[in-house]
């Protein structure tokens, strides 16, 4: 495939409800989307930065700074066999893997067409229908939480995932295992601990926790490995999880007994393939962390979601939880056994929906 044309563009989306973690609230998302020509075919990709650089480096506008002054004319003109032959190609930049991962995105969705594949089975995925759990943040109150959780759970959905931070921790979980003694739950602290904590952490035990998401530093692999040492709750590793050798080492060192993939954080589809291969021959399970995607981003969740080493539900959950509209057509349903189907059709298998994404739009740059 020959690219021939890349639009970068900027769109701003509010979220139905803020989205509060350890690091900070967000009401609207600032999303960087491309879109790619080649062989009279168009490809999407999705920049899952945060607004703030919190929970990576990365920004909607080191982006598009890293997109348009290389990652774009490197890509543009040449003929690419695969999707995959960029991924090498890119690694000459450092790090920056959200930014490369909408490039390299846009171009799977465009192979996926050309062979008539489904992006899920190109990708290598084997179920059409794959489990679903979600991501509540943090409530302004408890009683706010326990309403969120009631609702999903009432909404089939097979796992729930809560935010947690010091002050926001040991009492909420009682709480919410009071109420659901019963249901598949774990909390995610965004690095929000130390190993100061470690009496408060392996005191997380006794609320059976299916895992405990990246507690320590957000580059960490050595005082996880410890933590896990001394507590029962498994490790699941999310921000400290770079690409295929952060996974190895992880589980050689034991720091992470299970592993978050998203492709923005590992660079792509290709890194994300290796990231499953490296757990899974090791049966390591992994899952499809999310980004408060829209509905190109979740499209891409949903394909990578459908590979065989993904065993426990992801935070790919339907698009009426972020978006009052969703950017594709149709917008992403889960069924009430808390599932979405993989589409079986060519490419993404949702359309972008241009009209929206045009009102959307704050700024957009074409390179030709
Ligand atoms: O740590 O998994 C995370 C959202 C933004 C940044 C980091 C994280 C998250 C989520 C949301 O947990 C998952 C979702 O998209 O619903
Ligand atoms: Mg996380």
């Known amino acids: 495939m020959k690219a021939k044309r890349i639009e970068l563009r900027e769109i701003h989306l509010p979220l139905v409800h803020f989205f509060e973690t350890s690091f900070g609230r967000t009401t609207e998302r600032r999303i960087v989307l491309v879109r ?15 607004e703030t650089p919190f929970y990576s480096y990365e920004t909607p506008e080191t982006a598009w700074h890293i997109l348009r002054d290389f990652l774009v004319p490197w890509t543009l003109g040449r003929e690419w066999a695969r999707a995959c032959e960029v991924a090498p190609r890119f690694r000459a930049i450092r790090g920056h893997n959200m930014a490369k991962a909408a490039l ?15 992006l899920g089975k190109l990708v290598g995925g084997a179920i059409d229908e794959i489990p679903c759990g979600v991501s ?15 609702c999903e759970v009432a909404a089939g959905y097979q796992r729930i995932k809560v935010k947690i931070k010091p002050g926001w921790d040991v009492e909420a979980l009682a709480h919410i295992r009071a109420k659901f003694p019963r249901i598949a739950l774990m909390a995610d602290a965004n690095s929000a601990y130390t190993l100061d904590d470690l009496e408060r952490l392996k005191s997380f035990d006794r609320f059976h926790l299916m895992m405990i998401e990246q507690p320590l530093g957000w580059d960490d692999l050595v005082d996880h490995a410890r933590l896990q040492r001394e507590m029962l709750t498994p490790i699941c590793l999310d921000e400290s999880i770079h690409g295929a050798e952060d996974a190895r080492k992880a589980i050689e060192l034991g720091s992470s007994k299970i592993i978050n993939v998203k492709l923005g954080r590992v660079g792509g589809f290709t890194a994300a393939r290796q990231v499953h291969d490296v757990c899974r021959a090791r049966n390591v399970p992994v899952w499809c962390g999310g980004m408060l995607e829209s509905g190109i981003g ?5 394909a990578l979601s459908s590979l065989p080493g993904f065993t426990l539900p992801g935070d790919v959950s339907a698009s009426r939880r972020y978006w009052a509209e969703d950017i594709i057509d149709p917008e992403v349903v889960v069924s009430p056994r808390g599932t979405i189907r993989v589409p079986q059709t060519p490419g993404l298998g949702f359309a972008p929906n241009i009209e ?9 740059e074409t390179f030709e």
């Open 36 to 50: 790619v020509e080649a062989d009279g075919l168009a490809g999407w990709g999705e920049v899952t930065a945060g």
């Open 104 to 118: 390299e995105n846009a171009l799977w969705d465009i192979e996926a067409q050309q062979r008539g594949l489904s």
């Open 136 to 150: 509540i943040g943090i409530q302004n109150s408890v009683e706010e939480l326990l309403e969120k959780i009631e």
């Open 298 to 302: 979740r499209a891409h969740n949903i």
């Open 356 to 364: 929206r994404i045009e009102r959307a739009t704050v700024r957009m």
